[in-house]
């Protein structure tokens, strides 16, 4: 923890020892901004907080504009928060220090800026210290397996004990979600303990892992960085060999990437071609300086048709010479070698800082088709630049299958698909029951949602546009009857609690599949899912009742996990204790506060429907 005042370390340029602190700290001058140059230190944090709930009390209600917070490996009562500029910083010190938070008095002051990653190592190495001095075997290794390692750390374990170690994982993960429902139910200690007796150690039943039907080449979409090859010196479109926190900036060649297509493969190349015959070098993390930022690929598994989205930072680059460089792709991309690797649409996209609360850059069309088109279940899905959309096709149609049969609808139920995307849950269930209802964030997801419901001739799915926590009211309302299914598939962290509460309130669900693509971190979803009632959570708990994990990434350490939970009777319900209160009682009040946007949110959906 660092207790240094000065926005800048004290520098003497006499000696070659400040002057090579000097270099670790000249990133701070070099004109792009870094949210290290305006950063304060917080301490005095309560015990129990979250980064979410931070910002809502630094920026909403002290009116504070944070554009990072960096919350140390090392301690949690403590972090940084970066500002924009001295002026935002000095605002924040004011309201910060001194304030009083959930019983703790907060300490808030000028942090020192850390030193550059990638100088700090090079001088390390050059005084014969540095972290690859130290790595023994490590450092003994080639390009290729430090890649492989880094991107497919399974490359060189058979995939049946790929699928045992997954399992293994899934497990233990399911188990700590066990024991803390045995720790906050007391009253059904017993009924736990009695089903763990059934169920191998659990108290629901885990299924075996499915693996993938597809284990070589099976990604859809990648992104890759354009860098300088560390062996070759050359600009090369690959993966990062690691990260600039690191002090690693080199990129590696992917073309013994097992799970990549060779079409993909052949499409990096050409791009690769292109930006080495042009005369602008790779963006660099380090100075800021450089012009080819990335490139994404996204391949479809239904006709190979392949889509480009070419990232680049303009610098100082005129109208006149950004159109050339477009003209100039176009000729590059106008050739018989792109028509043989299936490039049907590309895509460019400057790559600017975006400073808070500025919209992030868009891919604009340059040419070819708008979209590609991919199938799952039969059902064909139109892919835009941005829209979600598994990475693993055939594991897809596993993975969506498995939810579909946990969920056991049928021509009377209406589902809730939320966290939609692109409506590919939803439109697989459509045929399996009376009606869908997705509810999505991104406004493009919803019309590409809209668009593939069209191209289906599907007539039974709405996709409305809005936050699940706000719009969930509203939508729930206009499902009707009392056979509600609700199918969960969220980002990585999870459900906002407040979604989570709409659930449990909303008693017509009495079925929820939740697909998590990180089952540790939706662990928690999982727990609030089955909390006992209480004030706020007034409906019945869901209980899991199966899971099934299915390996969408083969020689990686990620699995998707399906789980199917069924709301408990109302009968078995008990008062709420007043442990169970004072768990809930926060997040009670931010759902009261929330009330009167609760209407604002039915106002959004109805004006949704109105576009369509």
Request: glycine letters at 6%; hydrophobic letters at 35%; charged letters at 30%.
């Amino acid at each position: 923890m660092t207790e240094n005042n000065d926005t800048k370390p004290k520098i003497e340029t006499e000696s070659t020892e400040n002057t090579g602190l000097k270099e670790e700290y000249a990133y701070l001058d070099r004109g792009g901004f870094s949210s290290e140059k305006f950063k304060i230190e917080l301490r005095g944090l309560p015990k129990f907080y979250g980064i979410a709930e931070l910002k809502k009390l630094m920026n909403q209600k002290l009116g504070l504009n944070t554009s990072k917070i960096k919350r140390p490996k090392n301690g949690s009562h403590w972090l940084f928060a970066c500002f924009q500029n001295e002026e935002e910083r000095s605002k924040a010190i004011t309201a910060l220090n001194g304030f009083s938070w959930k019983g703790k008095t907060l300490i808030a002051e000028v942090a020192k800026p850390a030193p550059d990653p990638l100088v700090r190592k090079r001088k390390l190495e050059e005084e014969g210290t540095g972290p690859d001095k130290k790595k023994g075997d490590e450092n003994n290794k080639s390009q290729e397996e430090r890649l492989k390692d880094a991107t497919i750390p399974y490359w060189n374990v058979p995939y049946e004990e790929q699928l045992k170690l997954k399992e293994k994982e899934i497990r233990n993960i399911l188990m700590k979600y066990d024991n803390e429902v045995w720790k906050i139910n007391k009253e059904r200690r017993d009924e736990i303990e009695a089903k763990r007796k059934l169920h191998n150690g659990l108290s629901f039943d885990l299924k075996p892992i499915v693996p993938s039907p597809v284990i070589e080449g099976y990604r859809n979409k990648c992104e890759f960085t354009v860098g300088i090859d560390d062996e070759t010196k050359k600009p090369t479109v690959g993966f990062r060999l690691g990260s600039y926190v690191t002090g690693t900036v080199g990129v590696a060649p992917i073309q013994s990437l097992n799970h990549i297509s060779d079409q993909t493969k052949k499409a990096v190349l050409i791009f690769q071609e292109f930006v080495r015959k042009s005369n602008l070098a790779p963006f660099s993390p380090a100075d800021y300086s450089g012009y080819w930022r990335y490139l994404t690929v996204r391949h479809s598994k239904f006709n190979g048709e392949i889509m480009l989205i070419i990232a680049l930072h303009p610098q100082a680059l005129t109208t006149e010479e950004l159109e050339k460089l477009k003209a100039d792709l176009k000729e590059h991309f106008n050739s018989d070698e792109t028509a043989a690797c299936g490039i049907k649409s590309i895509y460019y996209e400057l790559i600017i800082k975006k400073r808070v609360g500025e919209d992030g850059s868009k891919p604009i069309h340059l040419m070819g088709s708008t979209h590609i088109i991919d199938v799952i279940l039969g059902r064909q899905f139109r892919i835009s630049p941005e829209a979600f959309f598994q990475v693993n096709t055939a594991g897809a149609e596993i993975l969506y299958q498995n939810a579909i049969d946990l969920s056991q609808t049928t021509s009377d139920s209406t589902v809730i698909d939320i966290c939609c995307g692109t409506g590919t849950i939803g439109l697989c269930f459509a045929k399996h029951c009376g009606r869908v209802l997705g509810v999505e964030l991104v406004s493009e997801a919803v019309r590409d949602a809209r668009a593939n419901a069209e191209l289906n001739c599907l007539d039974n799915c709405e996709f409305f546009a809005g936050r699940a926590e706000d719009a969930l009211p509203s939508v729930m309302a206009r499902a009707g009857g009392d056979q509600l299914v609700a199918v969960v598939d969220p980002p990585r962290a999870g459900l906002h609690m407040r979604a989570i509460t709409q659930l449990r309130n909303t008693k017509k669900v009495k079925r929820l599949i939740y697909i998590s693509c990180s089952p540790a971190s939706a662990v928690k979803n999982f727990v609030d899912l089955a909390r006992a009632s209480s004030k706020t959570l007034r409906g019945a708990p869901f209980t899991p009742v199966r899971a099934v994990p299915v390996d969408m990434f083969p020689y990686t350490k990620h699995v998707e996990l399906v789980v199917l939970f069924e709301r408990e009777s109302e009968a078995t319900l008990k008062s709420p204790s007043e442990e169970d209160v004072n768990i809930t009682m926060d997040d009670n009040k931010e759902i009261n506060s929330k009330d009167e946007q609760n209407t604002e949110a039915e106002l959004d959906v109805n004006m949704v429907q109105n576009e369509t």
